[in-house]
């Protein structure tokens, strides 16, 4: 009965019979902290399948999650921020936006893309948070502009995927204007009667909620997302009271009414058809 007992202690495997995972195979559950498969994770949309949680994803996800067969063509590709305010803080602004640039892929934190939803044609800006914070700069702005300039133009309905940490301090002014130019543009939209769906991601604050985030005519969320204009902890400091279970989460804001429904991420493909085919009939 020898075979089961180990005879020596400790490990003993040499360094070169080690094998290690390839990186990218496992994630963790940012809330219930279990293992994740890779394969598992995007066969399932990104959403963990032990707790439901949504995991943040980029562009580059929501097309594959949203558009048939993740067929697409991509719009303004090439348009990347300038430094009209030569801005410098512990670097340029300039390094900043290259090594951001360089790390993610991205040429800044908005891609937008024309393309079919359930075989209904659908005009998508979404916003990568991983491209500094996903902040609202003048790049973003002007995307936003072009892809509801490109709706109107072709009658083709409107989806913006917000997910942003407001506005970019780099641009100032500039970046607190798009919020101007944006919802003029979808003031535009609206009187040409096409349809526009904002979805709220987690986390969606600052200047973009206090803009085109909330203006679709209907407003969505995923479940769980962070939504809301300044942060819960400086809203805290600054009426000096305990905030209410759950403030500033999707079902939060869905209960006093800046919500019109909460859609899991696995049914948002056949809820955005549904709504299109609606509002086309």
Known sequence: MAWFKREKKGISTTTEEKKEAPDGLWNKCPNCKKALHSADLIENK?????????LRIGS???????????????????????DPLQFNDNKPYTDRI?????????????????????????????????????????????????????????????????????????????????????????????Q??????????????????????MLGDINIAEPGALIGFAGPRVIKETIKKDLPKGFQT???????GFLDFIVDRRQMKAKLATFLKMMKN
């Open 60 to 82: 580059k996800e929501y097309f594959q999650v949203l558009f048939d067969n993740n067929e697409f063509t991509e719009m303004f590709a090439n348009l990347t921020s300038g």
């Open 46 to 54: 990104y959403v963990c399948h032990y707790c439901d949680y949504h």
């Open 98 to 190: 290259v090594e951001s640039q360089a790390k993610t892929g991205l040429k800044d934190a908005i891609r937008a893309a024309h393309g079919k939803i359930d075989g209904q044609e659908l005009m998508v800006a979404c916003m990568d948070f991983a491209f500094i914070g996903g902040s609202m700069g003048s790049v973003v702005g002007e995307k936003i502009a072009r892809s509801i300039d490109y709706s109107i133009k072709n009658k083709v309905p409107f989806l913006m995927i917000s997910k942003s940490g407001g506005a970019r301090m780099m641009e100032a002014a500039f970046s607190l204007m798009q919020m101007a130019k944006t919802s003029a543009k979808l003031a535009l939209l609206s």
């Open 250 to 256: 999707s079902e939060f804001v869905l209960e006093h």
């Open 192 to 213: 040409a009667k096409i349809p526009y769906i904002s979805l709220l991601t987690d986390p969606t604050t600052g200047g973009v909620t206090a803009s085109y985030a």
